[in-house]
């Protein structure tokens, strides 16, 4: 799906999002929906659209061969004997869940424990050539309701773009993104934002690192979010323990589905961590997914949960996720809530497999 514009992060620029959809059916013609959000290139984790394809035909979907399902939760116990391949555990799962909440005659976000009806949304900009730049592209975002904006930021594109933008808009909800752009020899790069009344300051160093990232909170007043490195409740017991940061930006597909994702955000809850809902630039299915997640009422801060019209021309859901007033309306409608739109899906697609569980 081309984007409607390039995105650039520290890891690279993106201008089209790779995605593969698993539509799974029940004999009884039940059919869910996930969305694998793995990128074309290992940049974020290890994998990558191909290769965490290869997991769910080869690995992943013939575990569910023969297998009695009595809830959905029962897929992130049977997948666990595979390590890692988060995403394409996700993908396989999240579709899982869908299938469940239409037996269960009810619409995802009440299915998983969700009551917020219109949830608070933010929006995520990518690095700007200049301040001046960032400045206007934020001012369009706050005109269209976003209640928090995130801007992605390395060395050298940093301190002087949040110091401009935060002279424009001095009340703004704001954070910061490094997606693991920064070390330690960038300490008084990363204290001088500290100046900026920051809501955080999102995973500055390394995706596996818990230990310089505790260093740091130390040191600044500013919360720091990890990301990356929150891949199972197990790594977010860990940030706990170490002191590592104050918030976490859970995403469903790091994290191997919505049943860790749940098990995560209770634990948040219970210690006193902040825990929004993040974003992979998902399509329209995905999205759906994570207003389910975000509607569970320990989502207090504003995730990435933006608009259909955000990054594509045209989403693969025939009603489009829309932003009014900064919030998003959680789907009323039994399982994920959205209907795909199958003419824009079979536009979009170049390879199509069926696999038959017999």
């Not at 959809?21 to 004999?27: G, N, R």
């Not at 988060?86 to 993908?91: F, G, L, W, Y």
């Not at 009806?117 to 975002?141: A, C, F, H, M, W």
Request: one cysteine or more; a negative charge; charged letters at 20%.
């Amino acid at each position: 799906m081309p984007l409607l514009a390039p995105f650039k992060t520290s890891y690279g620029e993106m201008d089209i999002k790779h995605l593969c959809i698993v539509k799974l059916a029940s004999e009884d013609g039940i059919e869910g929906y996930g969305e694998l959000d793995a990128f074309e290139f290992p940049w974020y984790t290890e994998e990558t659209t191909e290769t965490a394809g290869l997991i769910i035909k080869d690995y992943l979907l013939p575990l569910l061969k023969g297998v009695d399902l009595q809830n959905p939760n029962q897929v992130n116990t049977l997948f666990k004997v595979f390590r890692g391949n988060e995403m394409a555990k996700a993908a396989v799962e999240t579709a899982v869940w869908d299938m469940f909440a239409q037996v269960a005659n009810q619409p995802l976000a009440t299915f998983v424990g969700g009551s917020i009806s219109n949830i608070d949304v933010g929006v995520s900009i990518g690095i700007q050539e200049s301040p001046t730049i960032l400045v206007s592209i934020v001012r369009k975002y706050v005109s269209e309701g976003y209640s928090r904006v995130k801007l992605k930021i390395k060395p050298g594109f940093d301190v002087e773009w949040v110091k401009q933008v935060r002279a424009a808009f001095p009340k703004l909800n704001l954070m910061v993104d490094a997606n693991s752009a920064y070390t330690r020899a960038d300490i008084e790069t990363l204290k001088q934002l500290d100046k900026y009344d920051l809501a955080m300051i999102e995973q500055p160093f390394g995706p596996t690192d818990f230990v310089n990232h505790a260093w740091l909170q130390r040191q600044i007043a500013t919360p720091i979010c990890l990301d990356e490195n929150i891949r199972s409740l197990e790594d977010a017991k860990q940030a706990f323990e170490l002191k590592s940061a104050k918030a976490i930006n859970l995403k469903i597909a790091r994290v191997g589905g919505l049943a860790e994702a749940i098990k995560i955000a209770e634990f948040c809850a219970e210690n006193n961590i902040l825990v929004w809902c993040g974003g992979m630039y998902e399509a329209g299915i995905g999205r759906a997914h994570n207003i389910a997640l975000a509607s569970r009422a320990e989502f207090t801060f504003p995730g990435d949960i933006s608009a259909s019209n955000r990054y594509f021309h045209q989403d693969i859901i025939q009603n489009e996720i829309i932003i009014d007033n900064g919030k998003i309306a959680t789907p009323a409608n039994i399982g994920i809530g959205v209907t795909v739109d199958q003419p824009v899906l079979e536009g979009y697609c170049t390879k199509r497999e069926v696999i038959v569980l017999d």
